[in-house]
Structures are given as C-alpha cells and as structure tokens.
C-alpha cells in the first residue's frame, strides 16, 4: 500500500499540467493507463493556438496562457513554445463573427488569393486572425512531465486505476494490475474516460461525451506550403494548415460520438476531408501520407469542468477540455491548482471566476 495526499488519473496535458501545479504542497502520484503519458489525446492534437476558439469563455483561459507558452518561466523549456502562423477563416458569403477581444481584420480577395494561391473563386471572404500560432505540444507536455517529478511527483504508467472507493476520508484506489493505494484527494483528469472513471469511484457522472476527430497528412504537388496560414471554413467544415513544404494538416472537422477508445480514423473520414480540400483550392493532392484521428471530450455546455464533487468530497474534476485542452492548460492548470489547494490563484488568473468552470453548474 503506497500512501499519497493526491493521485491523479491521467499522464495527458490536463493531469501533467495540473500536476506540476501541485507538486511542491502535496504528495501526488499520476497513474497512466497506458505504457507513456500522452499516448491519446494529447498526442493527437492539431496543435494550434487559435484565441477565437470555443467562445468567449474557453478564450478566458486560452489568453491567459500565451505569455507563458510564448516566453516559458527559465528551467521548464529554454524557447517559445509557439510559432505564430495566422488563421484564415474563410467563406463563400458573409464575414466570420470574432470576438470584439481577439485581434482580427477582414481581407479582400485580392489579399486572399496572395495569401492561398489557387483558392477557388466562390471563397470570397476571409477573415485574418493574426495571432493564430503552432503550439510545440511535446515540448509542453514533457517539459510539464519534468517539472512535476523535479518538485517530487511520482509517476505511474500501464497503470490503469480499476476502481476506488472514499470512506473515513480517504480513497482507497485499486489499479487493474498492481499495488493498492491511498489519497485524500483523487484528480480525474482522464479525457475520453472522465465518466466512466468517476463512475468506478462511486461519483455520478457529469455527461462528458467523447468525440472522434479526424486528421489527414496530405502531399501536395506544389511547394512553399510550410507556413501557409490554418485555413478554417467559417461554417466549420474543415481546416488546414501547412505541415511541410509539400504537405499539409487537414481535418473534415468530424465530431462523431464514440465511447472511449483508441481512437482510429474511418475512411469515409479521410474521404470527405479530401473531397472538401479540393474544393476549397486547385492544388493536386498526390497521396495521403498518414491519418490518425483522437477524441475531443466536451460536457453539456462544452466548457471544460475543474473543481470538486458536489456530492463526493475529495473527488476533483479536471475534464471536458475539447479541442481547447492543449492552448488552455497553462491557465487551467494554475487555476485549477488554486481550487485543489484552496490558495488564491496566481497572477496568470487572478482575473477569471472559477465558478465558470465548476461542476456545481452541471449538477
Ligand atoms: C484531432 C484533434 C485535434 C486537436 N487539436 C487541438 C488544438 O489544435 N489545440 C488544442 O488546444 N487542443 C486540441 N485538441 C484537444 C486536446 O488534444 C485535448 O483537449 C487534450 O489533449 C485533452 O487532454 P487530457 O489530458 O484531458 O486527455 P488525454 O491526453 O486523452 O489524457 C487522458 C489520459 O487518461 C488516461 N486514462 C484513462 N482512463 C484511465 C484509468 N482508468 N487509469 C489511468 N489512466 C487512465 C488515458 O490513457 C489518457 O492518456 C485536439 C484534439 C484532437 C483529438
């Protein structure tokens, strides 16, 4: 029997940030299902910055966290994070709506066919999003991973908790194969599974719905795609940003409701990605080079969930980050730290309300 103050369920962004937030007041351990940290989600993102993303609230915490992934503190990595490349929402009729707070400008087709050499006429409007950048997700994850075990964390990985029960105070969590353990407080930051999870831990769950998102590595016969901007269907059908100088990232923007899983791309996927590529510019795509697809976990009002349990005390929800978990985790993290251990949050979040994102609104 191992005895901790905090286990976190979960070696993606969300439980590594948290994490590291945390480590330097209580004794925490994070167990991951699989053989490393980072092996769903977290490892299947589009990697993208992008401030306009998810509505007012989610950009709370998505602004918040460009300072720190643009100029990192000294010691957690020794460059930006970030590689700005500048988002397009573009459409056939109308103008993308931004938020009054993210800097945008429109631009006229002339600018756009410079922009997208070979945008076929129909898309008329765009609108620019200039600080749309790359996110180095690895370089974030394991720099997050790092600082945990420097401030003394612990982690456990193929360690897939099977179920925990809270009584006297205490969980007592068991793991499918291995010791048992003991924590005061049990962090659910387990993505796909979040319900699921919390469902084996005696807690109701909170209608967090897992969903496939399809991405597609495309070679292009052309050249200079590298640091095209993304390019983003304002009626939200796909995007696409440069990869390499012949290729480019591109998703159909699916959003289909599985259970938790590992997630694996469907053909038809990759075929409407393709068929809605092409009728966007007039490039030849010459082969797909690869495809993964993961899942993007939202809640009922696709805000992400950090706080504790209404019902069950010392059961910590730290889910529901949809396709904003990885440009939010900075903030979301030092905010969700706060919570845990009952501190005033920091400077990165003095000014957002926690009770934005508190399970109570779901109850
Ligand atoms: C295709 C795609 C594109 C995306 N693009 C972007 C983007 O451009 N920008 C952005 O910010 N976000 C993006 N996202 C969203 C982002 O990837 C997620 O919000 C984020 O990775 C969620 O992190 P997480 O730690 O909650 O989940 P995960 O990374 O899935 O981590 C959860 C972990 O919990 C583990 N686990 C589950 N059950 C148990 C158990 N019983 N015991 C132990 N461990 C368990 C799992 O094995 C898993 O590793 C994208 C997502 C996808 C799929």
Excluded at 136 to 146: D, E, K, M, Q, T
Excluded at 167 to 177: F, H, I, P, Y
Aim: overall charge negative.
């Amino acid at each position: 029997m191992s005895d901790f103050d905090v286990v976190i369920i979960g070696g993606g962004i969300a439980g590594a940030s948290l994490g590291s937030q945390i480590a330097h007041r209580r004794r925490t351990l994070v167990i991951e299902a699989e053989k490393y940290c980072g092996y769903h989600s977290t490892g299947r993102s589009a990697a993208f910055w992008l401030e306009s993303y998810g509505g007012p609230t989610v950009a709370l915490l998505t602004a918040a966290s460009h300072d720190f992934l643009d100029n990192p503190p000294a010691g957690f990595v020794d460059r930006s994070l970030l590689h700005r490349r500048g988002a397009l929402h573009v459409s056939r009729e109308g103008w993308s709506e931004l938020p009054a707070a993210v800097e945008h400008r429109r631009v006229v087709r002339s600018e756009l066919e410079r922009l997208i050499p070979g945008i076929r006429p129909e898309w008329r409007n765009a609108v620019l999003e200039p600080g749309c950048a790359d996110i180095n997700v690895a370089a974030l994850h394991s720099g997050y991973l790092r600082l945990f075990r420097r401030l003394g964390g612990e982690i456990s990985t193929s360690a897939r908790m099977a179920s925990a029960r809270f009584a006297g105070g205490r969980w007592t969590v068991s793991l499918e194969n291995g010791p048992t353990l003991t924590a005061s407080v049990l962090v659910d930051a387990s993505g796909a599974w979040a319900d699921p999870v919390a469902e084996a831990c005696g807690v109701r769950p909170l209608g967090i719905e897992p969903k496939r998102r399809t991405m597609v590595q495309l070679r292009i016969g052309r050249s200079g795609l590298r640091d095209l901007p993304l390019v983003n269907d304002s009626a939200g059908t796909f995007y696409f940003k440069g990869e390499a100088d012949s290729s480019i990232w591109l998703s159909p923007h699916d959003e289909s409701s599985t259970d938790p899983c590992d997630a694996a791309p469907e053909e038809i996927d990759i075929a409407t990605a393709i068929d809605r590529f092409e009728g966007v510019v007039d490039w030849p795509v010459e082969r797909v080079e690869r495809s993964w697809a993961g899942l993007r976990s939202f809640g009922p009002d696709r805000l992400p969930v950090y706080g504790f349990d209404l019902d069950v005390p010392g059961f910590f929800w730290a889910v529901g980050q949809g396709g904003f978990g990885i440009q939010s985790a900075p903030a979301a993290a030092a905010l969700a730290a706060s919570i845990l251990l009952g501190e005033a949050p920091g400077p990165m979040v003095t000014y957002i309300d926690p009770a934005l994102y508190s399970p109570a609104r779901l109850r």
